[in-house]
């Protein structure tokens, strides 16, 4: 159980572009979902959470504008990178947590690399 | 503000060795803990969690830990490990006081610790 989906696993795109990437919780409704940035052989940034139904919450110094977070409904929240530049990329992860919200579950990732 | 602090950024040992991934912490309110694993160009794997009750926890793969409270330390052990566990292993804490607290539980990661298992 608790199974976590991301799409797509990999993605290249021409700077000033936009890629949408999903999370899904596979079996289980996720109440609370987050996302990561991870560097090379670096810890998990959190960007930004995001509840069902509400405006996510992005860390301080994340550009809300320029991440875009939807999450529409209890077992799907995406995250667009708007106008990508080579500086974004990176590998992007996802968590979902369910109805008590304590334990995050992770999927899989998403290296985005923008040339 | 929490804090984590994984004291060894790479740890090397034998096939069937016992290892120890320390982890301690610092929060100024009571803490959940755990511990994730991440192979290669993958996401997060969940090994273990204290939330409450014995402070001695075991998880996935053979692996444990333990809840020292007065030390504030939340160690990984195997007591014999395999070429298969070589990965990052991360420790993490969330505050206890979840949604009330305007935490979400939100998971504080500390950098990781390289685990290397060689034959």
């Known amino acids: 159980g608790a199974v976590v989906s991301q799409h797509p696993s990999w993605v290249i795109c021409k700077s000033g572009t936009s890629v949408k990437i999903e999370c899904r919780s596979l079996d289980f409704q996720a109440t609370t979902m987050f996302w990561y940035r991870q560097f090379p052989k670096q810890s998990l940034m959190l960007m930004a959470t995001?509840?069902?139904?509400?405006?996510?919450?992005?860390e301080q110094g994340v550009e809300k504008d320029k991440f875009l977070i939807n999450h529409a409904s209890l077992t799907l929240s995406t995250l667009t990178v708007t106008s990508a530049h080579p500086e974004d990329s990176s590998f992007y992860i996802c968590?979902?947590?369910?109805?008590?919200?304590?334990?995050?579950?992770f999927g899989p990732g998403t290296r985005l690399t923008v040339l | 503000a929490q804090s984590v602090t994984q004291l060894d950024s790479q740890v090397p040992v034998f096939e069937e060795a016992p290892v120890e991934l320390r982890c301690n912490y610092s929060?100024?309110?009571?803490?959940?803990l755990f511990w994730y694993v991440q192979y290669p160009n993958q996401g997060l794997q969940l090994l273990l969690k204290?939330?409450?009750?014995?402070?001695l926890v075991k998880g996935i793969n053979g692996f444990e830990a333990e809840f020292n409270k007065s030390q504030t330390s939340f160690h990984l052990r195997k007591p014999s490990v395999h070429i298969s566990d070589t990965a990052e292993y991360f420790c993490a804490v969330s505050d206890r006081r979840g949604n009330s607290g305007g935490s979400n539980y939100k998971l504080t990661f500390g950098k990781g610790t390289l685990l290397t298992v060689n034959p």
């Open positions: 995001s509840n069902e139904g509400s405006k996510a919450t992005y």
């Open positions: 929060s100024s309110v009571s803490v959940y």
């Open positions: 968590s979902a947590a369910g109805l008590a919200g304590i334990t995050q579950y």
């Open positions: 204290y939330l409450s009750g014995s402070t």
